[in-house]
T-cell receptor, first 115, second 113 residues
Framework: GENVEQHPSTLSVQEGDSAVIKCTYS??????FPWYKQELGKRPQLIID?????GEKKDQRIAVTLNKTAKHFSLHITETQPEDSAVYFC??????????????FGSGTRLQVQP | NAGVMQNPRHLVRRRGQEARLRCSPM?????VYWYRQLPEEGLKFMVY????????ESGMPKERFSAEFPKEGPSILRIQQVVRGDSAAYFC???????????FGPGTRLTVL
């Protein structure tokens, strides 16, 4: 089955700096890579996703890059703000295969933005 | 346009009792997924259902756990004879017929005494 590894486990940045979180996956059939933000005691919230037919996607201060050959993808947050502080999870799946639609999650990165 | 609904939000059970967790998907969504999150850990897939069908239960423990998504009503995750190790947050997610994006409910936090 799929295995997703995520680094770093914790990340502390100053407000206004950039933050980068990296994930690798093992199953070359995976073609959908979402990122979720989870605040303490809250639900995981989908913030951005990328599909394997593109290499990069951007939404305001958030961007995701995908390298299919190396099987890794990254989340980039620019101009970080204190409200970006949360745990971020990457995930992988293959929605085109009903047996592989379940998301396999990374272990999470706790991001702390210092004011 | 209500999001994914789960109830109860908190559930306390004593060892040996049964726990029933309910999930109502977003309007227009016909796919439901259940995930478990242990304290300070990531989310682990348990089971994927469509109406009246279990599609993938590869993450479900073989004993004590069962799930259903009837033609009418919410999806239910049932845990029989709960043990302390079942204490966790149980999240339900739903996706549209295209089956791509998954949107999560607020979770049910189960505490087993």
């Amino acid at each position: 089955g799929e295995n997703v590894e995520q680094h770093p486990s914790t990340l502390s940045v100053q407000e206004g700096d950039s933050a980068v979180i990296k994930c690798t996956y093992s199953d070359s059939a995976s073609n959908y890579f979402p990122w979720y933000k989870q605040e303490l005691g809250k639900r995981p919230q989908l913030i951005i996703d990328i599909r394997s037919n593109v290499g990069e996607k951007k939404d305001q201060r958030i961007a995701v890059t995908l390298n299919k050959t190396a099987k890794h993808f990254s989340l980039h947050i620019t101009e970080t703000q204190p409200e970006d502080s949360a745990v971020y999870f990457c995930a992988a799946s293959n929605p085109l295969d009903t047996g592989r639609r379940a998301l396999t999650f990374g272990s999470g990165t706790r991001l702390q933005v210092q004011p | 346009n209500a999001g994914v609904m789960q109830n109860p939000r908190h559930l306390v059970r004593r060892r040996g009792q049964e726990a029933r967790l309910r999930c109502s998907p977003m309007k227009g969504h016909s796919h439901v997924y259940w995930y478990r999150q242990l304290p300070e850990e990531g989310l682990k897939f348990m089971v994927y259902l469509q109406k009246e069908n279990i599609i993938d239960e590869s993450g479900m423990p073989k004993e004590r756990f069962s799930a259903e998504f009837p033609k009418e009503g919410p999806s239910i995750l049932r845990i029989q004879q709960v043990v302390r190790g079942d204490s966790a947050a149980y999240f339900c997610a739903s996706s549209p017929p295209t089956g791509i994006e998954q949107f999560f409910g607020p979770g049910t936090r189960l505490t087993v005494l």
